[in-house]
């Protein structure tokens, strides 16, 4: 008998939750005794309730879990969760990526959008790698920096590299990325998108070399030294050129006969010439600038062909960079990421991980539903992913058998045209959830 499609994202979750038991000896921390007694909480039920926990404590989210029946204590889940390591989860997530079918693509590339979001934690001044006093005299707060690797089209997470606070590097987390990538392979060709905040000429070298595509928007100092020995290009109102630019990380004879050579400063990062090396890299770049009001103009670099990437699709792909944004607050407040459960650092990354699986499942299962769209004379109406989530929790315990109807019955309209100022606020963490 043939599964309803609904079922598929679920049998392939736990397909892969069980793929990580048979080879224990990568992901426990005693491979010889974790998990072979018969007790109160199996293998694959401390896999999914990292993933699953909500806002409660955990004794009440084991309530939850269980549902009846002998619910174990906190200590006892903690005491499972000690026994395997952070790596089953980073696994579980990637290999889950992979088993996830690409619908949507751009003309045929998929996109890749980069960028970073900070979650906060319980706190906990013991851990200086999170813990940070903004403010003197004041109560200090623990804090992550997210590097995320996101799909804008299939709306899922594709890579991440958690950094602390103190070790916050969002440039040298994407050139980890970008070489990460290539090693574990891709279905589709990529398209890497980033803001200005990762204008750096050891991204783009990263990107060439490793033959990636990108479209990185960058601010006009940026652009003024690209564009060195061609400044008249900058006076225009709009341009698209192609242009070779040389970096090196001396000035010699040699290299300052070069009209186009960048010096790299030794306290920068250019990870494919030493400093002090005489050798010259070379990169191929396009840059463009195009007016965005009466006033201001963005400035891209890329190395998208001008012959099937004009300026208008250009526009057209960096404006769906902005979707990240919305997935975090997705990923933080319906997948209940700012909720967790512990102060091991082991035990973070088991629940930062689990819940990006959660938000990949949710996507996979709609993707199964089919694009979920309802127009009215006033709006178009899509999928809520903040009921989503929820809907995937209850779906993962056992409580709904069929998520499709509840699904499709919370959409939301699509409101084009707002524009909202950005009011920042200080935030803390919740409670720590454990008791």
């Known amino acids: ?43 694959d039920q401390t896999i999914l309730f ?19 029946g002998k619910i174990p204590f906190p200590s006892a889940m903690i005491q499972r969760r000690n026994q395997i390591k952070p790596e089953a989860f980073i696994t579980l997530f990637r290999e889950f ?27 906990n001044p013991s851990d200086k790698d999170t813990y940070i006093q903004a403010i003197a005299d004041r109560k200090g707060i623990n804090q992550m ?32 990325v970008l070489d990460r990538q290539v090693l574990v392979g891709q279905k589709y060709r990529r398209i890497y998108l980033a803001d200005r905040g990762f204008a750096s000429f050891n991204i783009l070298a990263h990107a060439i070399h490793n033959d990636q595509l990108f479209l990185i928007r960058i601010p006009v100092s940026f652009a003024k030294s690209i564009c060195l020995g061609h400044e008249d290009w900058l006076d225009m109102t709009s341009f698209d050129k192609e242009l070779h630019v040389r970096v090196g990380r001396r000035k010699t004879k040699k290299s300052l006969e070069l009209k186009d050579y960048h010096c790299i400063n030794k306290r920068r990062h250019y990870d494919f010439i030493e ?45 769906l960079r902005w979707n990240e944004e919305v997935a975090f607050r997705h990923l933080k407040y319906a997948g209940n990421l700012v909720h967790i459960h512990s102060l091991k650092k082991e035990h ?72 909202f100022e950005r009011n920042l606020r200080r935030q803390s963490a919740d409670t720590l959830n454990y008791r």
């Open 1 to 43: 008998m043939t599964c309803p499609a609904y079922d598929l994202p679920k049998q392939t979750l736990l397909s892969t939750i069980s793929s990580l038991y048979e080879r224990r000896s990568l992901f426990f921390s005693n491979p010889d005794s974790d998990f072979t007694r018969v007790k109160k909480i199996s293998f």
């Open 145 to 176: 920096h997210l590097n995320c690797l996101y799909d804008p089209l299939n709306d899922i997470f594709l890579d991440m590299e958690p950094q602390g606070i103190h070790q916050m590097d969002e440039k040298a987390a994407l050139c980890t």
């Open 348 to 419: 973070l990354l088991q629940e930062i991980y689990g819940k990006l699986t959660l938000y990949n499942f949710s996507a996979f299962l709609a993707a199964t539903i089919g694009r979920i769209r309802k127009k009215t004379d006033k709006y178009i109406y899509v999928l809520n992913h903040t009921q989503a989530q929820k809907i995937c929790i209850r779906f993962l315990r056992g409580e709904i058998k069929d998520p499709v109807e509840l699904i499709c019955r919370y959409l939301i309209p699509v409101r084009l045209g707002r524009k």
């Open 275 to 319: 400093p002090g090396s005489d050798k010259i890299d070379s990169l191929k770049l396009r840059i463009l600038k195009f007016p965005i009001s009466d006033d201001s103009y963005e400035y891209i670099v890329t190395n998208l062909p001008m012959y099937g990437f004009s300026e208008s699709t250009v526009k057209e792909l960096y404006g």
């Open 50 to 68: 990292p993933i699953i926990a909500g806002k409660e404590n955990t004794a009440t989210e084991l309530i939850d879990f269980f549902n009846e």
């Open 97 to 123: 990526i992979g088993r996830i079918p690409i619908s949507e693509t751009f003309r045929g590339y998929q996109l890749a959008c980069f960028d970073g979001t900070r979650t906060n934690l319980p706190y």
